[in-house]
């Protein structure tokens, strides 16, 4: 199994619609993000969480929000899509281990609001 | 403010020639970098890291990168490209707020 799993893989909604993507880890990471990648931009970040009771809005949070159920789950809504929310979306998790810093990053979820 | 700045979209490579790709930094303190790689259809891949010590970098797959303080850069370099290395490449650093922040990304081709 995956280190950071997430689903759906692809998904398709209407405008208005709200919608869940999930992500869990196996890593025992204490830190979740979420970014979104546009072709041209780079990712960027929407929410970050540091643990279950600490989370933080990135660059781009508006449209969105999460729930970190658990350590291992953290979970990113669109409450009422809209067609520039078409991206392609990643969860990734760190640890605060010395001289790491780095990401392990999800296979994505590619979004798409018609 | 700091930042990573990946000057080109695209590189092209003919394969077995040497290949760098740019990336240029600000930040106040000493510098973390990365560099990731995503393949189609896949989540992004860490490659190699700097934090301290040695300038010149090595990570997976052969690729390597060069730490320029002076310069505030941080080039992907890879003596001889294969076709394989074909990707979307990306650099960056990690914030002082915990957070990692990326570069827009240099889509690497390399032709047979």
Not at chain 1, 31 to 53: A, C, T
Request: hydrophobic share 30%.
């Amino acid at each position: 199994d995956a280190d950071v799993t997430q689903t759906p893989r692809n998904r398709i909604t209407k405008t208005g619609k709200r919608i869940m993507l999930e992500c869990s880890q196996t890593k025992g990471h204490d830190r979740m993000y979420w970014y979104r990648q546009d072709p041209g931009l780079g990712l960027q970040l929407i929410y970050y969480s540091f643990d279950v009771k600490d989370i933080n809005k990135g660059e781009i949070s508006d449209g969105y929000s999460v729930s970190r159920q658990a350590q291992a789950k953290f979970s990113l809504s669109l409450e009422s899509a809209i067609p520039n929310q078409t991206a392609l979306y990643f969860c990734a998790t760190s640890d605060l281990g010395q001289n790491h810093y780095g990401y392990t990053f999800g296979s994505g979820t590619r979004l798409t609001v018609v | 403010a700091q930042s990573v700045a990946q000057p080109e979209d695209q590189v092209n490579v003919a394969e077995g020639n040497p290949l760098t790709v740019k990336c240029t930094y600000s930040v106040s303190g000493n510098p973390y970098l990365f560099w990731y790689v995503q393949y189609p259809n896949r989540g992004l891949q860490f490659l190699l890291k700097y934090i301290t010590g040695d300038n010149l970098v090595k990570g997976s797959y052969g690729f390597e990168a060069e730490f320029n303080k002076s310069q505030t850069s941080f080039h992907l370099k890879k003596p001889s490209a294969l076709v394989s290395d074909s990707a979307l490449y990306f650099c960056a650093l990690y914030s002082s707020a915990s957070k990692i922040i990326f570069g827009s990304g240099t889509r690497l081709s390399i032709r047979p």
